[in-house]
């Protein structure tokens, strides 16, 4: 039951959906819940491509309007969790202050000038990223490969030797407990499933989303001394942009 209590866990922490009750959380069911991350990324990002391919049956010609409605998906079935450890994460970093202090900063409910700025940014990217793949006929696959890709940042922000920032929280219970050769065996398959399905360019996307998980955690590691879950936030929204510019790029 393990696996379900990790399943289950990954899905509440990751979504607003109805999954049950959780019967153990530790550090054993943490990991799990991380591994499967790219499970539930794959949930997310099939309901946002189904709006994004209802909306276009219902207007051919309403990319943009279809690229919007499909991002707010993400961010509303994701229960914009991810979009406020961004937000967080941005207003510390913006702070310049010594590491009490960011993390103090992290823990309070308002938001900053830098938090502002993140969240409009990353947005705007994923919409016009998003409607430029849509127009090229590459709308659904674009945003199903996106949003796997950043949940796959989790195995590697949550990987073996990355302490957690603080003791309590999201962090405590995750930090470090996905093994290294299972973070790498983990997005093989997912890196290889991309390459097959969708070609080459998802393949480099799921790349560049890992790369933003190590550049993310590394900074969190200097700035913060590990992560916390407004970190781990952070890395899934800024890999979903990136992702997805790839793709536009590459379309």
Do not use: Y
Request: aromatic share 4%.
């Amino acid at each position: 039951m393990s696996w379900l209590d990790g399943a289950r866990l990954g899905g509440g922490l990751l979504t607003v959906l109805p999954v049950g009750v959780v019967r153990v959380v530790d550090r054993g069911v943490g990991r799990r819940a991380m591994v499967l991350a790219p499970v539930v990324g794959g949930v997310v990002g099939g309901l946002a491509a189904g709006v994004v391919v209802g909306v276009l049956a219902v207007r051919p010609g309403a990319g943009l309007l279809a690229a919007v409605l499909g991002v707010l998906v993400v961010a509303g079935v994701s229960g914009g969790l991810h979009l406020d450890g961004l937000a967080d994460f941005a207003d510390a970093l913006g702070s310049r202050r010594d590491r009490e202090t960011m993390l103090r900063i992290m823990k309070q409910s308002d938001i900053g000038p830098f938090g502002v700025l993140s969240l409009v940014g990353v947005l705007l990217v994923d919409v016009a990223a998003l409607a430029v793949c849509i127009e090229a006929g590459f709308g659904w696959q674009a945003i199903l490969i996106a949003v796997v890709a950043s949940r796959l940042t989790l195995v590697w922000t949550c990987r073996s030797g990355v302490p957690s920032a603080r003791p309590d929280g999201l962090g405590g219970v995750v930090a470090g407990t996905v093994p290294t050769w299972t973070a790498a065996l983990v997005s093989a398959v997912v890196t290889a499933g991309a390459v097959v399905a969708f070609g080459w360019a998802a393949g480099v996307a799921v790349l560049l989303a890992i790369g933003v998980a190590l550049a993310v955690t590394r900074r969190a590691r200097k700035l913060l001394g590990g992560v916390t879950g407004d970190v781990l936030g952070a890395a899934v929204e800024l890999a979903l942009p990136i992702s997805l510019l790839t793709l536009a790029l590459s379309s």
